[in-house]
């Protein structure tokens, strides 16, 4: 695959402007989780009341590169999706409560593109995807697919929510919550290859590992899942 990144835009507690992920990028650390919410302070308090926090970090990052473009098609990509929403629905069915509605519709994974198609007034198409640890690369395969059917621009997102306390011994590849929007366009900038290959498992996620790259730390990135071996190149200067 062969693409262009126009524009990206990261988001995790305490950092958010591109410098603040320079000096991570430097000296990557875990980051304390005090249920920081990014700011959506430009859409409607009812709107925003109605957006979980991890709906909030999509619209935090894709908001603003969307609003410099026209229309375009949404990839979305989650591996643990409304963890928070969904085990709040599951304490209500083991105490007999009864479930509400508006949560059970905002807990299915593909409810946050829902809500950015209804707040945007956006009808392209857009995709929401559960992959497992290379889901960026999944999501990448799906808005290289858009592109190549002559989308002018994919814009692609991905994000995870920190676990509640009682997933937390079974989600270990969350370190803090993070969102990572890209603006995809056709170009020969970066080259994604796909051939088997096993290697060792990373420190961070590699949504986390690209923004190294995208900083300006790194030219090529490899990423290993399972019998898959990524292999991302920078070939601009």
């Known amino acids: 695959m062969h693409f262009k ?11 958010d402007s591109t410098d603040d992920w320079r000096a991570w990028c430097r000296a990557p650390m875990r980051l304390p989780d005090a249920q920081q919410q990014p700011d959506v302070g430009f859409l409607p308090a009812l709107q925003r009341r109605r957006l979980s926090r991890l709906a909030r970090m999509l619209f935090h990052v894709a908001w603003p590169i969307a609003e410099t473009q026209p ?49 945007r ?25 858009l592109l190549g059917e002559g989308a002018p621009a994919v814009l692609l997102v991905i ?30 900038d970066w080259q994604l290859q796909l051939r088997p290959g096993q290697g060792p498992r990373e420190q961070w996620p590699h949504p986390l590992n690209l923004l190294r790259a995208l900083c300006g730390e790194q030219r090529c990135l490899e990423h290993h899942w399972k019998n898959r071996q990524w292999t991302w190149s920078l070939n601009k200067a």
């Open 71 to 119: 229309a375009l098609p949404l990839v979305f990509a989650s591996r643990h999706g409304e963890t928070p929403r969904t085990l709040a629905l599951l304490t209500d069915l083991a105490h007999d409560e009864p479930l509400s509605p508006t949560q059970f519709s905002l807990s299915v994974h593909n409810a946050i593109i829902g809500q950015w198609s209804i707040l």
């Open 5 to 15: 990144i126009d524009q990206w835009r990261a988001w995790a507690p305490g950092l």
């Open 159 to 188: 994000a995870e929510e920190a676990a509640p306390a009682l997933y937390a011994p079974y989600i270990d590849d969350v370190p803090f919550p993070y969102a990572l929007a890209l603006l995809l366009k056709p170009g020969d």
């Open 121 to 145: 007034g956006d009808s392209s198409e857009m995709t929401a995807l559960a992959a497992e640890g290379d889901g960026l690369e999944q999501a990448m395969l799906e808005a290289s697919t």
